[in-house]
């Protein structure tokens, strides 16, 4: 697909363009077919790739764990069930681990995160080309396959979490608890304005770097597929390094989408289980 272009600029340009869709400057409403476009629609603009593969791996994610359910046994679990199993007993351990009270919510949400990310990540296993040039056959002008890749979505996860953060800090604790912690440590009470300060940046750096943890790590692997893609627009050695190249960094960022899924989600536990503390 890259041998499609005029040059790299371009093919990379697109590949890392969502599908948008919006309001144009004349006010009517259709797709962009490019980066100024999208960026002129401004905010209520939808990145419509982002959306669609975020909520259909969601849906994947709940239909293969209900099926299992449905069909566990009480012998020796395989396949799917095994697999289920493994993931649960993981996730329970984890939450055992990092989260120290009482709260039903957890372990699901930690499940769910998990999951959740772990197939976000997964679609950057696929080639670069496959699913833009099927996009592209079928007169659609862009489409990123991987949500994670997409900040209005790491966003869109982080800050759901930073409003539960907040909600059981104020539930735990008491509205004037939740701001005593914020104004009266570490240091003495007559500096509250600085505690204030450093307690408050604090706070919203969680979901800051919750967010762009996940998108950096994962656009910065899409961006070296892509790369990497270029090689086969060249000679057949180039092409066939380019090929040695794809395989070693799939095989390596198995271990980067598992790892980014682990990170969120444990993150996401003891962010929690902090809110949960009491603190003296």
């Known amino acids: 697909m890259a041998s499609e272009y005029h040059s790299s600029g371009e093919y990379i340009k697109h590949h890392l363009q969502n599908l948008t869709y919006g309001q144009h400057v004349d006010g009517s409403w259709g797709f962009a077919h490019g980066a100024a476009e999208a960026k002129a629609m401004g905010f209520w603009a939808i990145n419509v790739d982002s959306m669609l593969f975020s909520i259909g791996l969601g849906i994947l994610f709940l239909f293969l764990f209900r099926l299992a359910a449905r069909k566990a046994t009480v012998g020796v679990p395989t396949g799917l069930q095994n697999f ?3 993931v649960i007993e ?3 351990n984890s939450v055992r681990g990092s989260f120290s009270h ?3 919510l957890v372990a699901p ?3 769910t995160v998990f999951m959740w990310v772990f197939l976000m990540n997964l679609m950057d296993l696929i080639p670069v080309d496959w699913l833009p040039y099927a996009a592209t056959m079928a007169g659609v002008p862009h489409l990123k396959a991987v949500p994670s890749t997409d900040p209005n979505v790491t966003f869109g996860m982080s ?5 539960l953060v907040l909600y059981y800090s104020v539930k735990m ?3 004037g608890g939740f701001f005593s912690e914020l104004a009266f440590q570490p240091f003495p009470k007559f500096l509250f304005p600085v505690n204030l ?3 408050g940046v604090g706070l ?3 979901p800051i770097s919750l967010a762009l943890r996940l998108f950096g790590n994962m656009y910065a692997g899409e961006m070296i597929f892509i790369l990497i893609a270029l090689m086969f627009g060249g000679s057949w050695i180039l092409a066939l390094f380019g090929g040695a190249l794809q395989w070693a960094w799939a095989v390596f960022h198995i271990l980067i989408i598992t790892l980014q899924a682990f990170i969120f989600m444990t993150l996401t536990i003891v962010y929690l289980d902090m809110a949960h503390a009491e603190h003296h």
């Not at 800050?159 to 409003?163: A, D, H, N, P, V």
């Open 84 to 86: 289920v199993e493994w």
């Open 90 to 92: 993981f996730i329970d």
């Open 102 to 104: 009482q709260n039903a």
């Open 109 to 111: 949400l930690a499940l």
């Open 159 to 163: 800050l759901s979490i930073f409003f």
């Open 173 to 175: 604790k008491g509205a």
């Open 197 to 199: 300060l450093l307690e």
């Open 204 to 206: 919203i750096a969680k």
